[in-house]
């Protein structure tokens, strides 16, 4: 399906984008491993967290949902039991592997398998350290893609430094080390999303966590919990990003995840020169929620982004392009080498899309220079099946002149189902 974008003279009022997709995906892993009942609010009913919540069902776990409440009767830290089928992970990143790691030490076997683009995204990332702790996973491509065949085993403890920040990476150890009677520890380059560790230890996990570092002691029993999904930071930085360069707009985005783990795009946004206010700043179920306020400024300066600033903005780079590609100069993107392997090369996508629209691009195998103040012009849009390629271009079309087309625009479903409604109700 083709979406068509048209440019829009403003955008005014009030939303809430849907619940954050990490911590549904989360919220369905951890409630099956809890001795007992959980129920989330919420939750995030878009494809990818149905993919863990389909797969958590294939593993023995009866979850409910009344559209409502998701209802998880989790069977505790030992409680799975083997899928008599593939377990398909469709187009989640974070299904496959933070799944992988708590199936490899449950002793049965499994098979995870995904779409085009999860089968085609590195693997090796998780098999590495899952080795380390003794676990028996295969893998096509020499051991590094998808489909992944795992003999649940018992896994022993290790201290394990990530050569690269990632959230799924971290969780997939962490989530391993449950069952583990010793002491695993997981070291960071730099400061990923900590969704897992919170949750962890709201639930009497024995979790010790610092900066860039966090320590679990396995065995421990897990307590069931309740908790309500804030929307996603990730989902709402679209419309930041719309109200900031469409003129004459400010926006309202209520109860939006502020966790500071997630939010380096503000930090950024702010380099530029532009404000976006957080109001109402309060504490749901763990997690920092506030109001967004965003209002488009009068100009926006160029930035420099550099490999510091990647693992807290790394979902919101597509969306920045199109800010840069606004901004009265040259902004530079370094350091982002793992937008290539995202659900799509984000790098090559964004490279293509903008040329498309005419803006002057330089792509560099870790990043892309972006030329501001380009007048865009409509075109159609390869969106590689990526939800964000998607988004981020549809947000290019409210300033463009004549007809912006989607190419498969339903790939935003993945983690917004609702998106272009979204941005028809608050289009003036
Ligand atoms: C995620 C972690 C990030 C992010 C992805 C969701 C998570 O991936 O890009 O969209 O929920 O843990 P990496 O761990 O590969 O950086």
């Not at 001795?35 to 919420?42: A, D, I, K, T």
């Not at 420099?304 to 530079?332: H, K, N, R, Y």
């Amino acid at each position: 399906m083709n979406r068509i974008i048209t440019k829009t003279d403003a955008l005014r009022g009030e939303l809430t984008v849907p619940a954050d997709k990490s911590i549904s995906h989360r919220a369905i892993m951890l409630g099956a491993l809890a001795s007992g009942r959980s129920v989330v609010r919420n939750f995030l009913r878009a494809e990818d967290p149905i993919s863990t919540m389909n797969a958590f069902r294939s593993l023995g776990i009866a979850i409910a949902d009344n559209g409502t409440e998701v209802v998880i009767d989790g069977k505790g830290i030992r409680g799975l039991q083997e899928a008599d089928e593939v377990i398909d992970c469709g187009n989640s990143g974070t299904t496959m592997r933070l799944i992988a790691g708590v199936l490899a030490g449950n002793p049965f076997f499994s098979v995870l398998t995904g779409d085009a683009s999860l089968r085609s995204r590195p693997m090796g990332r998780i098999i590495a350290p899952l080795r380390q702790m003794g676990a028996e996973i295969m893998a096509r491509g020499d051991g590094r893609y998808a489909p992944l065949a795992i003999r649940g085993v018992a896994l022993k403890p290790i201290t394990y430094t990530l050569p690269i920040a990632s959230a799924q990476v971290k969780s997939c150890v962490l989530l391993a080390s449950l069952a583990i009677e010793g002491c695993t520890r997981v070291v960071e380059p730099g400061q990923s999303r900590d969704h897992t560790e919170r949750m962890l230890k709201s639930m009497g996990a024995d979790i010790t966590v610092g900066t860039m570092r966090a320590s679990l002691t396995g065995g421990r029993e897990l307590q069931p919990f309740e908790m309500t999904v804030p929307s996603d930071f990730s989902s709402a930085a679209f419309f930041i990003a719309a109200a900031l360069v469409v003129p004459k707009s400010e926006i309202l985005l209520r109860g939006v995840g502020v966790n500071p783990s997630r939010t380096g795009m503000l930090e950024i946004i702010k380099r530029m020169g532009a404000t976006v206010t957080l109001e109402n700043i309060r504490e749901v179920s763990g997690e920092p929620v506030a109001d967004i306020v965003c209002a488009a400024p009068d100009l926006l300066k160029p930035v420099s982004i550099g490999a510091g600033d990647v693992s807290l903005a790394i979902d919101e780079f597509p969306v920045l392009c199109i800010l840069a590609s606004q901004a009265d100069g040259t902004t530079l993107i370094r350091g982002a080498k793992e937008l290539r392997v995202k659900e799509s090369d984000r790098i090559a996508a964004m490279a293509q899309g903008l040329r498309r629209m005419g803006v002057l691009i330089e792509e560099f195998e870790d990043g892309i220079a972006v030329s501001g103040k380009a007048k865009l012009r409509g075109a159609e849009i390869e969106t590689f099946h990526d939800h964000r390629i998607a988004m981020a271009f549809s947000v290019a079309g409210l300033i463009a002149e004549g007809q912006t087309t989607i190419r498969n625009a339903e790939c935003v479903d993945v983690s917004f189902p609702g998106f272009y409604e979204c941005m028809e109700r608050i289009s003036r």
